[in-house]
């Protein structure tokens, strides 16, 4: 196990430093499309956030922060390790630190599963109070609750009196009426247009978990790759095929994973903690 | 051992980053982490959010530069990337021009654009009944002058059947006799 398989460069470049550094110039352009791609996402959270603060409000503390903390620590945790197991394969001379890139990358791609996991727990715990994107939001009586109890925390207004179903009549009821007369009726029923307006951003939930499913959710896709990624690089690590002069797809693999966890320092915090 | 390998990857052109600054910058993340979550339990209001994008995007500066290596790589990586940012920049800059001058329709909020519609027609009513007022004014003050004489009347009387210049004419050859 401690041999190492002597990389040849490919034709087409000089020498192995330009290969190496060929290939890592393309990664970083790949980054600079994967940055852009979640920005688009970003933006979204941002022009609708902007527009509906009070929404934003009732809807972000349905999240659940501890969850979202521990997951970072994870992700921390293994950006770290992928790091580690990167200078492992460059200092790496005749195979003799070949287990440590493998076990390195082993309790990475472990860290990812743990990721998942709770990842799972969350979004099953979402699906079930019914705290989706669309017209599927709303609909579970445990989210009704829960929007009636974020009502009268945030605004004060006692609508946990109400059925559920007279909740979900006068809301409609109310937005309908807010949208098409609103203006008339600012001056002869302000307080019937408070409460409808009140009702009307909280009924907006729906987009901020439009959001939140959709950031999340392309991000557990780039752990799943990057999983998936990583899992290629044990393998050929395994065979003995990195050392100091050859180490391209462990520091590739690993810089997709560390993208990863620089989308997820900034998504946790804007999703959890705002 | 870590001394040993920087010294001879230096060698060979690459750089091998000592152990301990992965560890140290292992130990910084976790620290900010913590700081963050803590944090968030204060509202200071609008800066909420600006405090936890400060923290993130020193969180995410030393994952860029240490653990991904751009501190040390070549700096046409760095360069790479940092134009992508750039770019990052100018998607959020626009959009963000757009919804931050916008006064929303909402005639619930005391700014806007409804009610200060509603304050602009006020105030230009406003302006016209003072517009009207001068006017009447002005027609009762050139009746009085100009128009007694010629009628041979005291009061000013509605305004006759002749066109409105026919009368200025005449006007006006009354003030030169």
Redo the contacts between chains.
């Keep these: 196990m401690s041999t190492v398989i002597t990389h040849h460069h490919a034709h087409h470049f000089y020498d192995k430093?330009q290969e190496a550094?060929s290939a890592?110039?393309g990664m970083?352009?790949f980054?600079?499309t994967e940055?852009?791609l979640f920005?688009?996402l970003?933006?979204g959270y941002?022009?609708i956030k902007?527009?509906n603060p009070e929404m934003w409000k009732v809807a972000s503390a349905q999240l659940d922060?501890v969850m979202g903390?521990v997951n970072?620590?994870v992700l921390?945790?293994s950006?770290?390790t992928?790091?580690?197991a990167v200078?492992a394969a460059?200092?790496n001379e005749k195979g003799e630190k070949n287990g440590q890139i493998v076990g390195l990358l082993a309790f990475t791609i472990v860290c990812a599963f743990g990721f998942l996991g709770i990842k799972y727990m969350e979004y099953s715990h979402k699906i079930h109070d019914g705290l989706l994107w669309g017209t599927k939001y709303f609909n579970h009586p445990d989210a009704i609750a829960a929007m009636k109890a974020g009502i009268k925390e945030t605004f004060s207004l006692d609508v946990v009196a109400l059925s559920d179903a007279s909740f979900l009549k006068t809301l409609e009821a109310h937005t309908a009426a807010a949208s098409h007369h609103?203006?008339e009726?600012?001056s002869h029923y302000a307080s019937t247009?408070?409460y409808a307006?009140t009702l009307m951003t909280v009924e907006q939930g729906h987009l901020f978990f439009g959001i939140y499913f959709l950031l999340t959710g392309l991000h557990g896709i780039h752990v799943v790759i990057g999983m998936s990624v990583l899992t290629w690089v044990l393998v050929l690590a395994q065979k003995g095929k990195f050392y100091?002069?050859y180490y391209t797809p462990v520091e590739l693999g690993?810089?997709y994973w560390?993208l990863v966890?620089?989308i997820w320092?900034?998504l946790?915090?804007?999703l959890y903690?705002? | 051992m870590s001394n040993h390998d920087a010294h001879h990857d230096d060698h060979h052109g690459h750089h091998v980053t000592p152990l301990w600054l992965y560890h140290a910058i292992f130990g910084g993340l976790l620290c900010l982490t913590v700081i963050t979550v803590w944090i968030a339990q204060f509202d200071f209001g609008a800066a909420n959010t600006i405090i936890a994008m400060l923290v993130a995007t020193v969180k995410a500066s030393l994952v860029a530069l240490f653990f991904m290596h751009l501190l040390h790589d070549e700096r046409l990586n760095m360069l790479t990337f940092g134009f992508g940012l750039l770019f990052v920049a100018l998607f959020f800059l626009f959009p963000l021009v757009d919804i931050t001058t916008r006064t929303y329709i909402d005639p619930i909020k005391e700014n806007s654009s409804v009610r200060i519609l509603d304050k602009e027609m006020e105030a230009q009513q406003a302006h016209a009944e003072k517009h009207k007022k001068a006017l009447g004014k002005l027609s009762n003050l050139y009746k009085r002058e100009f128009m007694a004489p010629a009628e041979g009347e005291g009061k000013a009387k509605p305004a006759p059947e002749v066109p409105a210049a026919a009368e200025a004419v005449e006007g006006q050859a009354a003030e030169a006799k």
């Design positions: 430093e550094s890592k110039l970083w352009l980054l600079v940055v852009l920005s688009g970003f933006v941002t022009v902007t527009l922060w903390s970072t620590l921390i945790t950006s770290w992928v790091a580690l200078r460059q200092t609103g203006h009726l600012i247009v408070k307006d100091k002069d690993g810089l560390h966890d620089l320092i900034y946790f915090p804007l903690l705002v």
